[in-house]
């Protein structure tokens, strides 16, 4: 039991420093902040559903799904890298600030962000993957380290969404000006994790072909 409760803690832990509950709410909250309450509550239940199921769903099948397509968690550090610096580009240049949204919009645009890049790759990102194929297969057909594991990923997937549903009275207490600010600093942040994410990736694969 020990063993189990050793296991659960170590997967807790980890996946509450890649994921970073409370690093991820000044992100949501700029790419929320031209979205009503409730749709932007909406939209963090959705972006943490989403999350959840992806997690669970590589931490199930990861390996088999990636073993049979033939690609690596290295590709997948790339391609989250360049996606992230995407989005951190847009940050510092405050565009996803000055997003308008029509009300014939706003259904669309909250379900568009919630999934990309909200859900994937923010909550869910490449190391969080990586990190639940990897707890799965040290898990082996230990039931017990599968339920743990299972715990730990709901455990923090809650938290993030508690965070993120906190965002909007924190919104109105920091102002325009404070979010504009936090938008490009966020921003330079994003994208100092993005070239973190593409050379983690990108490193093992060049040295792979170079191996070949």
Do not use: W
Request: include cysteine; charged fraction near 15%.
């Amino acid at each position: 039991m020990n063993e189990v409760l050793t296991y659960a803690l170590l997967a807790f832990t980890s996946f509450f420093t890649l994921i970073n509950p409370v690093g991820i709410m000044p992100v949501f909250m700029t790419m929320t902040n031209q979205l009503e309450n409730k749709e932007r509550k909406r939209t963090a239940l959705r972006a943490t559903l989403i999350a959840y199921c992806f997690l669970l769903f590589f931490a199930i099948s990861g390996q088999s799904l990636f073993k049979f397509f033939g690609i690596s968690i290295d590709s997948l550090r790339v391609v989250g890298g360049m996606i992230f610096f995407l989005v951190g580009f847009d940050m510092l240049q405050a565009r996803l600030g000055s997003v308008k949204v029509t009300k014939d919009e706003i259904h669309e645009y909250a379900r568009d962000v919630a999934i990309t890049p909200l859900a994937i790759p923010i909550i869910c990102g490449p190391g969080s993957i990586a990190n639940a194929i990897i707890l799965m297969d040290n898990a082996g057909d230990d039931p017990m380290k599968i339920g743990g594991l299972v715990l730990a990923i709901t455990g923090v997937l809650t938290i993030t969404c508690l965070s993120l549903l906190s965002a909007g009275p924190i919104m109105k207490v920091i102002g325009d000006t404070g979010n504009k600010l936090m938008l490009r600093l966020m921003g330079l942040i994003v994208m100092v994790m993005a070239v973190e994410f593409f050379f983690a990736g990108i490193g093992p694969l060049i040295k792979r072909f170079i191996d070949v």
